[in-house]
């Protein structure tokens, strides 16, 4: 027998799916939920728990239960594609806003990641993705000026990587990969539309050259809703 919080739950579980509540929709009240299936606000609180465990609906302190827009986008773990390919994979039309573009002395922090030495220069680009009019992507890379001797900002906003291949020369050959969940920072929350969470996915990237040189230190930091991870993995015998 089906308690009766879970088929509160697929019920308006259904409505988000159907688009019957679409997304941004912010969800009646505890009470008016009560009211509406006629059961203890205890059973809406159960239902409402669920729904947000499963990815349906944000809790945001003040407001209520704002829901969630639940279509993804496939970000392959494992493969090395660029922001553009990956988009006209998808068929959307995304639009990539550069923030920053600079050559600099790097930090010790990415002297370590790149191993470089401090007389060596590397350019900056710090990018937003944005999608249906969300920025939902924070792409900050870092690349050696030693492979890369030139960057302009209309190369950022279209692709990079089409760049390097395709006028520098460079064949890019694979990148070692770290996810790690974090709370948002400042330049999260100032970039990207994060009202509403409270974590972001980062993706930091390693990528080499097909001579195992490494080139390019990236984090991708992207927010939770918008995307599911996958990989492809077969057991060895």
Known sequence: MTNKYQTIYNEIARQIKSGEIPAQTLLPSENDLKDQFDTSRETIRKALNLLSQNGYIQKVRG???IVIDISKFDFPVSGLVSF????????TKPKTIVHELALIKPDSMIRKQLQ???????WKVVRTREMGGEKIILDKD?????????????????????YLEN???????????EIVVEEPNEEDLALMNLEGFHNVVVIKNYVYL????????????HRPDKFRFVDFARRTR
């Open 63 to 65: 407001k209520g239960s």
């Open 84 to 91: 553009k390919e990956l988009a006209k994979k998808m068929g």
């Open 116 to 122: 470089l030495s401090s007389k060596d220069f590397v």
């Open 142 to 162: 870092f690349l050696s000026k030693k492979f890369v001797p030139n960057l302009t900002e209309d190369i950022c906003a279209d692709s990079i990587y089409q």
């Open 167 to 177: 006028d520098l020369g460079l064949s890019i050959s694979f990148a070692k990969k």
């Open 210 to 221: 097909d001579d195992a040189t490494l080139f390019q230190y990236t984090e991708s930091r």
